[in-house]
């Protein structure tokens, strides 16, 4: 018999990784009715009577982003007009989460607006995983728990017993990660020295590091258009390193990233599924996808029953 007091339901950007979740909490996604009309208004409707229940509403913002919003928007006003007792915004891709600050005039801050935007609709908790800026959980007024990928990258790169490593952060934004990383595989450090030219276009220009002959991983949240992993793998190998793989936890891949992975000399990027991989991207050998779906059932196991989250992080 289903529980109806403990639902979890999914939108339409990220439904492998949302089925992978409710298998490992050996549930059922709940049941509703998804779409559009025909002029591209987005219709929803849940079939499961939510009054009074703890609903997770599984929503990566990830391309097509505005229209997955939309769709976790509306997804939660019906909850919300039927009574739930609290609704959960899994999220594991945060878009706009880089346009957290007022960094040049007459600009929005879009991280804190979709914030609003999400606590207007009626979520009173937001469960994500790997903010660009951890500072965005200040944005809301409800609790945020911000999960971290790292523990899933080091048991693998553990099991890989790779020697004489040194972790990369491309820039200093990304020093505090890379260092996380670097203790946890009881590797070196190097940080590229990063000048963002304009939107999208970045240059390294210099490595601060010993990286010659050793194997070197580069560590970054977020690769989009690759421009940056470009520029730090030309750096790295200029500065003599031997081989070069990278990890993130969101990989976007957008505009000519694929391209640039193909032409350049990294061996491996490790990825997460927090963003479904989808057409050249499936085809590019270099990529590997490592899953977050466990961590995230846990998660949700431990915010619905009311223990710890911290200790995922352990």
Not at 99 to 117: E, W
Request: net charge positive; proline share 3%.
């Amino acid at each position: 018999m289903k529980d109806n007091k403990y639902l979890i339901f999914a939108g339409s950007s990220n439904l492998k990784l949302a089925s992978d979740i409710v298998k490992y909490l050996g549930k059922e996604l709940g049941e509703c009715s998804l779409g559009t009309f025909s002029d591209g208004e987005i219709r929803f409707q849940s079939w499961e009577n939510v009054r009074g229940a703890d609903v997770f509403i599984i929503q990566s913002l990830s391309e097509d982003i505005n229209f997955h919003i939309m769709e976790l928007l509306l997804m939660a006003d019906a909850f919300k007009r039927a009574s739930a007792r609290r609704i959960t915004a899994v999220i594991p891709y945060y878009a706009y989460a880089r346009q957290d600050r007022k960094d040049r005039p007459r600009v929005p801050i879009s991280a804190r607006l979709l914030a609003d935007l999400l606590e207007t609709a009626g979520f009173s908790r937001i469960l994500t995983i790997d903010l660009h800026a951890n500072q965005i959980q200040g944005f809301f007024n409800v609790p945020v728990d911000n999960l971290m990928a790292l523990p899933i990258f080091v048991s693998y790169f553990k099991k890989l017993s790779l020697k004489d490593l040194v972790i990369v952060s491309p820039d200093a934004g990304g020093v505090e990660r890379a260092r996380m990383f670097s203790k946890k595989i009881h590797a070196g450090l190097a940080i590229g020295d990063k000048r963002r030219k304009k939107t999208n276009v970045a240059e390294i220009m210099h490595i601060i590091g010993d990286v010659k002959d050793r194997d070197v991983i580069i560590v970054d949240d977020i690769i989009d258009t690759a421009g940056t992993l470009y520029e730090t793998i030309k750096a790295l190998k200029k500065n003599g390193a031997k081989s070069i793989y990278a990890l993130c936890t969101h990989g976007i891949f957008s505009g000519r990233a694929i391209e640039r992975i193909e032409s350049s000399p990294v061996k491996k990027i490790f990825i997460s599924d927090t963003i479904p991989l989808k057409n050249d991207k499936l085809k590019c050998k270099k990529i590997e996808v490592l899953s977050i779906s466990k961590l995230f059932a846990k998660a949700i196991d431990s915010i619905h029953n009311e223990t710890s989250v911290s200790k995922l992080f352990l």
